[in-house]
């Protein structure tokens, strides 16, 4: 007797073994549930699924791979230990958005680094003529970051499009005092 089952007879052996061997096998062939895929070692440049967006500038691809955004550092709503920062919640909101409107995919580009110190892929997130990134500092969602030795061009483009954000005094720059 387990778990308020009667087992008797030779057949309800058997039926115990099929079932545990059963079992064995699903979690040989693959474990049970819904296993997350192994992220991989490496990302080219392409066209990718997202399958969340963790933050403002973080999403998690179909693949497993964890994308940080290059150039862009947004308010936090999910770092451990830390208090959700104004405007954060508004930037995860604007990538959320851009990835659905997008279909749900992003094209990745790279650049000189390919990760970050939490081995997160490095990447600029595209779709169509728009330009993820950058989108998130001219909407004043973040500051350009520009102290990695990234992609010059873009770099410029990332300090004028805070440039023109703390000009419109939009996003955080909205909360800037008055001169």
Excluded: H
Excluded at 51 to 75: F, S
Excluded at 92 to 108: I, M, W
Excluded at 158 to 179: H, I, M, N, Q, T
């Amino acid at each position: 007797r387990i778990g308020g089952i009667s087992f008797s007879g030779k057949n309800s052996i058997w039926m115990v073994l099929l079932v545990l061997v059963a079992i064995v096998w699903r979690i040989w062939e693959g474990g049970l549930g819904d296993s997350k895929p192994t992220p991989p070692e490496s990302m080219e440049e392409g066209v990718y699924a997202v399958e969340r967006v963790v933050d403002g500038d973080t999403l998690v691809l179909e693949n497993g791979a964890r994308i940080r955004l290059i150039g862009v550092n947004t308010p936090e709503t999910v770092a451990p230990g830390k208090d959700v920062e104004e405007f954060g919640p508004e930037a995860s909101a604007y990538t959320k958005q851009f990835v659905e409107e997008a279909g749900g995919e992003g094209t990745l580009r790279v650049d000189k680094e390919r990760l970050d110190r939490y081995d997160r892929f490095l990447a600029y997130v595209y779709s169509g003529d728009r330009f993820l990134n950058e989108e998130l500092i001219l909407v004043g969602l973040s500051p350009a970051e520009t102290q990695y030795n990234n992609n010059p061009t873009l770099e410029r483009r990332f300090e004028k499009a805070e440039e023109d954000a703390r000009a419109r005094r939009v996003g955080l720059w909205s909360l800037e005092a008055s001169p």
